[in-house]
């Protein structure tokens, strides 16, 4: 039987899957002449991408990530220290708004050619129409829909839709509200948008610690345990140029993490990106 401090440990590293994202004044940049560097065999390069919860955890990194590769990012941010820290990197054009208002998302998003969200916003309110989990979310895919982005990834989390069993029941409690959010905006993705080539990662329990490389992304929807945001990241840029991703959900975890959400030591198997 799992003992009480290991229980403890799997809720907070779970529950820091949601801690708050900072969303969202256009800052000008210099537009650079390469594109997304791609997956080998896979995909078309986006040249732009809009980037939703990029000014803290993985969205920050996704930001750096997505620059690395050649792409040029919109990212939408809320806070002033957010519009001061990104604005200083090339290639980046930062909008100061909220994701909760739909117009700020749209109007942030247009002449992008792809859209990353990993909005979450904690564990308390169960109205899901205050709760950017479910509303930004889905004014994201909303406005990809309108603006003709076909390309989303969406990032929730284990314990959404397919992958609920995965998750410990005490663990799933004390998150639920978060869950049930994150879940219906990726149930619009999948229902209302089939035109769209969406893919949606699942990440574990989120670590704060260098990337180990060694995290996989599965269909298994029985996969559980810990995974690095740096790696998530990775995972996320990754996806967003593989055609093997599209219309694909995917949980991603990392192998070679310790986990107490996963005290059976329970393998799940790598999808290839390529």
Same mark, same amino acid.
């Given at each position: ?6 229980? &403890? ?17 256009? =800052?000008?940049?210099?537009? @650079? ?23 803290? $955890? ?6 750096? @990530? ?28 930062? #909008? ?7 117009? %700020?998302?749209? $109007?942030?998003?247009? $002449?992008?050619?792809?859209?990353? =969200? =990993? ?30 982005? %076909? ?15 995965? %998750? ?6 004390? &998150? ?12 619009? &993705? ?8 969406? =893919? ?15 995290? #996989? ?6 996969? #559980?345990?810990? #995974?690095?945001r740096a790696d998530v990241a990775d995972l996320v840029v990754k996806c967003l140029s593989s055609k093997n991703t ?18 059976? $030591? ?6 290839? &990106?390529?």
């Amino acid at each position: 039987m799992m003992s009480i401090n290991l229980l &403890l440990a799997n809720i907070l590293a779970l529950a820091s899957a949601f801690a708050p994202n900072a969303v969202v004044t256009r =800052t000008a940049y210099l537009p @650079k002449s390469s594109s997304l560097c791609m997956v080998q065999g896979q995909g078309d390069g986006y040249k732009k991408v809009f980037v939703a919860g990029g000014s803290k $955890g993985v969205g920050r990194i996704v930001v750096d @990530k997505l620059l690395e590769s050649g792409s040029d990012v919109v990212a939408l941010v809320r806070s002033d220290e957010a519009v001061s820290e990104l604005s200083s990197l090339e290639g980046v054009t930062v #909008i100061k708004g909220d994701a909760m208002d739909y117009k %700020t998302v749209e $109007g942030a998003m247009d $002449g992008c050619d792809a859209a990353i =969200t =990993t909005l979450g916003g904690g564990h308390g309110d169960a109205d899901l129409k205050s709760r950017v989990d479910y509303v930004g979310n889905n004014n994201v895919i909303e406005a990809a829909g309108i603006l003709g982005v %076909t390309r989303v990834v969406l990032v929730t989390s284990i314990g959404c839709g397919s992958s609920k069993e995965a %998750t410990p029941p005490s663990v799933y409690e004390v &998150l639920k509200n978060a869950l049930m959010a994150k879940e219906k905006a990726e149930n619009v &993705l999948i229902k209302y948008y089939t035109n769209m080539n969406w =893919t949606i990662v699942r990440p574990g329990g989120l670590v704060s610690d260098a990337a180990t490389g060694k995290a #996989i992304l599965t269909e298994d929807t029985k996969a #559980i345990g810990s #995974i690095r945001r740096a790696d998530v990241a990775d995972l996320v840029v990754k996806c967003l140029s593989s055609k093997n991703t599209e219309k694909k959900i995917l949980s991603a975890v990392d192998p070679s993490i310790p986990s107490s959400a996963n005290v059976d $030591g329970y393998t799940a198997a790598a999808f290839a &990106l390529a």
